[in-house]
């Protein structure tokens, strides 16, 4: 019985310190909310709504960065989340990643996370959050980030943007 309870200790100790360990893992050290998150589509599929976040590494190191967006109900929808970097030798871009989660943003590059549904007959309101991290303890203020909402509509597009934090690092 005295070994059971060991054991026992053991595993909750184990499992704690597994907890503890993957909280660990993106220690938030920056944070900003974009507003007017909108994503829709039509029932022909002509006509979409899509938001976007420009999102800029101003500091001098790499950092790790993470967007969680919700939906009107405060429900996670960051699975509708796509990460983009241009081309410099077309008018293209290239996926980095897709699903959420977190990604590499290094020293002074910019990427463009795009929240898009492709489902028809959709609509999602709402807001982004936008976390990172570094390495680096000296780091205070690395990022800074733009929004956008995309409108397609009788063959037309239409963009508005919204600066995040009134422009400023964080």
């Not at 022909?44 to 009107?72: E, L, P, Q």
């Not at 959420?100 to 290094?106: E, I, R």
């Not at 959709?122 to 780091?139: F, M, R």
């Amino acid at each position: 019985m005295k070994k059971c309870k060991y054991l026992l200790l053991a595993a909750i100790m184990t499992m704690l310190m597994c907890g503890a360990a993957s909280a660990a893992d993106f220690e938030t050290r920056g944070s900003a909310v974009v507003t007017g998150i909108q994503v829709a589509s039509s029932s022909s599929s002509t006509a979409y709504t899509s938001s976007g976040i420009w999102v800029t590494n101003i500091s001098g190191t790499d950092v790790t960065c993470k967007i969680t967006a919700f939906n009107h109900y405060g429900d996670d929808i960051s699975s509708y989340i796509d990460v983009l970097v241009g081309s410099a030798t077309s008018t293209g871009s290239s996926t980095l990643g897709s699903g959420g989660g977190a990604f590499s943003l290094p020293a002074n590059e910019t990427r463009m996370v795009r929240i898009y549904d492709s489902g028809l007959n959709k609509s999602h309101y709402g807001y982004a959050l936008i976390e990172w991290s570094s390495e680096d303890a000296t780091v205070r203020k690395a990022i800074i980030a733009q929004g956008n909402r995309y409108t397609y509509m009788s063959g037309a597009l239409q963009s508005s943007t919204l600066a995040v934090n009134s422009g400023q690092p964080f």
